[in-house]
Structure formats: C-alpha cells, structure tokens
C-alpha cells in the first residue's frame, strides 16, 4: 500500500511539518517527547530496523529488538501515537514503517552524536563494515556503493552542477548526515538517454518532491544521490537484482550481476574499497 507520508514535498531545510515553512526550530515544537519516544534503547533499535523505509511486522521488530511480542506491542503504540511511525493492516498482521524520510534523517543526524556501542563480537564488526559498504538512507543508496553510484554519474555527464565532494571549510549549510542544500544538481540530456536505457522514465518521477536531492553521507563525507531520482533508480537496481538487501536492517549487497551492469550502463566501476578521490576515510558510527 502507498505511503502518504513517504512522498510528502520536503522544506527547504529537509524537515517538514505544517505551517513551519522549512524553519521548525523558530517555531514552537515538541523536541522532548520525540527525543523521548527515540530514547528507549528497544524503541531506537526498532527505529533503526526501519530507516531503510521498508514496512515490517511486529513479530520482525520485536525479534530485531530482542524483546518479547506484549513488550514490542506496547513500545509500537507509543512509536505510531508519536508520529514516528505509521501501520497498516495486511491480512492478520500489521506492518509498521518510518512516518516519513525526515524520521531517519533525524536518527542519521543523532548518530553523529551518539556515543559508538561497543564492538563485542565478529558479528557486530562484519555488520558495521557492511554498513559501511553499502545501505540504505530510507529509500535511496548511501555508504561507499551509494557514493561511487553518485560519482559514476557525474564523471559520466548523467549528473552535472559539483563533483560530489564533501568541503567541510566550504560548507555553509551542508552537515554530515543530512540532506544537501549548497549545491544544486541537475540532469542532463545524455543523463535522461542513460537512465532511460536502463529503464527509468525521468518524466515520471515521483510527485510531490524534488526529483533530485542529495545527502552529505555520514560515513563517506561525500554526497549520494536522494530525492525522486535516488528512489528510482534504488528501486531499479532492485529490480534487476543488482542490489539486494543484507541480513541486517539497511544493509544492501552489490551483486556480480550490479557490478557489471552499472559499469556497462551507467559507466559505474565499483569495487569493495571504492572511495573516489578526495573522500576522507570511513569513521566509525
């Protein structure tokens, strides 16, 4: 079922909510109850399970999170009653999923700032060196597949307007782990040729938001493509089997079928350790 909240137009400032005009914090909002609602360590893991925009069950979350189905129920209800979350009914379950990309832009921002859990175990380290390969920001690419996406397509003219380069001391409204706002991007003619031969339509992006956004990846430093377009062409990599998702929440694997097919498509060379030149190393996270 459509989300109505996923594809909602998104402010100036990528946070979004009625009447605020792209600057929430001058107005008054309820920062405590969200910052709340997110402190619960089971709900934050639940949270986390959902930033890739995917709608799961209950009996999924309450797994992920390592607590028992009545424990889960009751942290859901408060996650839905907080908009945080939305549900829908499907047959004898009910499936939950982020209210909208502005929830796991904000879990993205707070990462940057959370203390880094312990690595305890070979598991721990292999998810958090997969995360780093490649995964989802909501509905779009992001980690070092998501960024090598991004510069396949501007060094091949699909995308123009900047380099793909995260400048810190240039930066004047741009942040890790949020959307962009300093450059603009855009689509070129051969762009919409390339992109039509792998079969998206560029005239038939999503409604109702920007065809094409960008983020400022947390773990990269460098920019991955959002908006319309991101969504689109994930979907469509999907599609082909040339992503698919982990075993852990938000973890997307490149397949060999990917590799070849983004080279020979899109012109995209990727290999596990690709960082195009200027990006600064991976920090933890």
């Given at each position: 079922?459509?989300?109505?909240?996923?594809?909602?137009p998104?402010?100036?400032?990528?946070?979004?909510?009625?009447?605020?005009?792209?600057?929430?914090?001058?107005?008054q909002?309820?920062?405590?109850?969200?910052a709340?609602?997110?402190?619960?360590?089971s709900?934050?893991?639940?949270?986390?399970?959902?930033?890739?925009?995917?709608?799961?069950?209950?009996?999924?979350?309450?797994t992920?999170?390592?607590?028992?189905?009545?424990?889960?129920?009751?942290?859901l209800?408060?996650?839905?009653?907080?908009?945080?979350?939305?549900v829908?009914?499907?047959?004898?379950?009910?499936?939950?999923?982020?209210?909208?990309?502005d929830?796991?832009?904000?879990?993205?921002?707070l990462?940057?700032?959370?203390?880094?859990?312990?690595?305890?175990?070979?598991?721990?380290?292999?998810?958090?060196?997969?995360?780093?390969?490649?995964?989802?920001c909501?509905?779009?690419?992001a980690?070092r597949?998501?960024?090598?996406?991004?510069?396949?397509?501007?060094?091949?003219?699909?995308?123009t307007?900047?380099?793909?380069?995260?400048?810190?001391?240039?930066?004047?409204r741009?942040?890790?782990?949020?959307?962009?706002?300093?450059?603009?991007?855009?689509?070129?003619r051969?762009?919409?040729?390339?992109?039509?031969?792998?079969?998206?339509?560029?005239?038939?992006?999503p409604?109702?938001?920007?065809?094409?956004?960008?983020?400022?990846?947390?773990?990269?430093?460098?920019?991955?493509?959002?908006?319309?377009?991101?969504?689109?062409?994930?979907?469509?990599l999907?599609?082909?089997?040339?992503?698919?998702?982990?075993?852990?929440?938000?973890?997307?694997?490149?397949?060999?079928r990917?590799?070849h097919?983004?080279?020979r498509t899109?012109?995209?060379?990727?290999?596990?350790?690709?960082?195009?030149?200027?990006g600064?190393?991976?920090?933890?996270?």
């Amino acid at each position: 079922m459509p989300n109505p909240n996923r594809d909602r137009p998104h402010s100036r400032t990528g946070t979004e909510g009625p009447g605020l005009s792209g600057e929430p914090l001058k107005h008054q909002t309820d920062i405590a109850r969200a910052a709340s609602l997110i402190a619960d360590p089971s709900r934050a893991r639940i949270l986390k399970c959902l930033a890739d925009g995917r709608a799961l069950p209950a009996n999924a979350l309450a797994t992920e999170a390592g607590i028992g189905a009545a424990t889960a129920s009751s942290h859901l209800a408060k996650l839905v009653d907080g908009a945080l979350l939305t549900v829908e009914q499907r047959g004898r379950h009910r499936f939950y999923r982020l209210a909208g990309p502005d929830v796991s832009a904000a879990l993205e921002c707070l990462a940057l700032i959370a203390p880094p859990l312990a690595t305890t175990s070979l598991k721990q380290s292999n998810r958090a060196n997969a995360l780093h390969r490649g995964r989802s920001c909501y509905d779009h690419l992001a980690g070092r597949l998501g960024v090598a996406i991004m510069h396949g397509l501007l060094e091949h003219g699909i995308l123009t307007g900047h380099d793909g380069i995260h400048r810190p001391d240039a930066a004047v409204r741009d942040r890790p782990a949020s959307y962009g706002h300093d450059v603009r991007y855009r689509l070129s003619r051969t762009g919409r040729t390339a992109l039509a031969e792998l079969g998206i339509d560029t005239d038939r992006l999503p409604p109702r938001r920007p065809a094409i956004r960008y983020c400022v990846d947390w773990s990269e430093h460098q920019h991955h493509l959002a908006g319309g377009l991101g969504a689109v062409l994930t979907a469509r990599l999907f599609a082909l089997d040339w992503v698919r998702w982990g075993r852990s929440p938000r973890v997307v694997n490149l397949t060999d079928r990917g590799t070849h097919g983004l080279k020979r498509t899109l012109g995209v060379i990727i290999t596990d350790g690709t960082i195009p030149s200027g990006g600064e190393p991976a920090r933890p996270g």
